[in-house]
């Protein structure tokens, strides 16, 4: 199973920008998918989660600014920030709960993409 993340790049302080992630390889359910994000010299913190069923949960600090969604069909979630402050610079990482043709699930992360904001 693998998460391949993208659409990481440098922004303008109140500009937009759309992350996206498809999984691929042995998968029999995605549960939870969700993003976080590391900063420099920071630890990873979680940034916002959806449901199979679509419930989605976000980080204070994110709420009213980004949207998580996903496309179970196609195996992708996406997260799309508006808004974005200098302090939303950060390596983001796609998480997702995946479970095999065998019947064992395992947490999943893509390589990160980042994300850079700034004049």
């Known amino acids: 199973v693998q998460l391949q993340a993208s659409g990481g790049g440098l922004v303008h302080p109140g500009g937009s920008l759309k992350l996206s992630c498809v999984a691929s390889?042995?998968?029999?359910?995605?549960?939870?998918m969700g993003w976080f994000r590391q900063a420099p010299g920071q630890e990873r913190e979680f940034v916002a989660s959806?449901?199979?069923?679509?419930?989605?949960n976000y980080v204070d600090s994110v709420k009213g600014r980004f949207a998580i969604s996903r496309d179970n069909s196609k195996k992708t979630v996406a997260l799309q920030t508006n808004s974005l402050k200098p302090e939303d610079t950060a390596v983001y990482y796609c998480?997702?709960?995946?479970?095999?043709?065998?019947?064992?699930?395992?947490?999943?992360w893509g390589q990160g993409t980042l994300v850079t904001v700034s004049s």
């Open positions: 390889g042995n998968i029999f359910n995605i549960a939870g």
């Open positions: 959806i449901s199979n069923g679509g419930r989605t």
């Open positions: 998480n997702a709960e995946i479970m095999n043709w065998a019947g064992y699930q395992s947490d999943y």
